[in-house]
């Protein structure tokens, strides 16, 4: 299968980079990957007439994966504004958006003891918005984040057999949903 991993964080030492890294080193070794860059793009405005070609090409890294694992930050209770940003570029113009059908899978890490959820209850709604297909379990919640890694591995067996899960599920939606291809 194809995957695109996407953090939605931009700090240097971010928990939900090293989520998806692992992820991808831990879990994805008999797939194809990419992982995303949000980090350059400009706030989406309506007005413009150029699209940036780090746009053009997360939405072809959308449009060519089977499937998206995105890990979020909670910030202030949401989701953070970089990954909104980034999901709002890829969804416009409407007829061209790159998230129609897609399967989703998200997650969160954070600091508190909530691990993100709220931030990723406001991110399951924002892509339900964009007609993508979330996988809806298992959650996946890394709370106390700073006390989870090591060596920027995921020590948390329970969160480790939660990802593999959701990663099979994943891929039994996708087939559910090509069965015809
Ligand atoms: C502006 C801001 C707001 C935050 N709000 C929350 C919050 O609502 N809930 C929470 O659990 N952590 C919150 N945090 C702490 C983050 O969970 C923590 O900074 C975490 O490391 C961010 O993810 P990252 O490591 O991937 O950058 C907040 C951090 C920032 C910078």
Redesign the pocket.
């Known amino acids: 299968m194809k995957f695109l991993l996407i953090?939605?964080?931009l700090?240097k030492?971010?928990?939900?980079?090293?989520l998806i890294r692992h992820i991808a080193r831990k879990f994805l070794n008999d797939h194809e990957y990419e992982i995303a860059d949000i980090s350059k793009f400009p706030i989406y405005m309506e007005d413009t007439d150029v699209v940036p070609d780090a746009i053009e090409n997360f939405k072809e890294q959308i449009r060519k994966a089977q499937i998206i694992i995105i890990?979020t930050?909670?910030?202030?209770?949401?989701t953070s504004a970089a990954l909104k940003n980034a999901i709002d570029w890829a969804s416009r113009p409407p007829k061209d958006s790159a998230w129609k059908g897609k399967i989703v899978i998200i997650m969160s890490?954070?600091?508190?003891?909530?691990?993100?959820a709220?931030?990723q209850y406001h991110l399951r709604q924002i892509l339900t918005s964009v007609d993508a297909i979330l996988v809806s379990k298992p959650e996946i919640f890394i709370s106390f984040?700073?006390e989870k890694f090591q060596d920027d591995e995921l020590k948390d067996e329970f969160a480790n057999n939660l990802i593999r899960d959701a990663i099979e599920n994943g891929i039994k939606l996708y087939q559910i949903h090509h069965k015809d291809a």
């Open positions: 953090s939605g964080s700090r030492d971010s928990y939900n980079t090293k890990s930050p909670e910030y202030n209770w949401s890490a954070s600091t508190g003891m909530l691990g993100g709220r931030a984040a700073q």
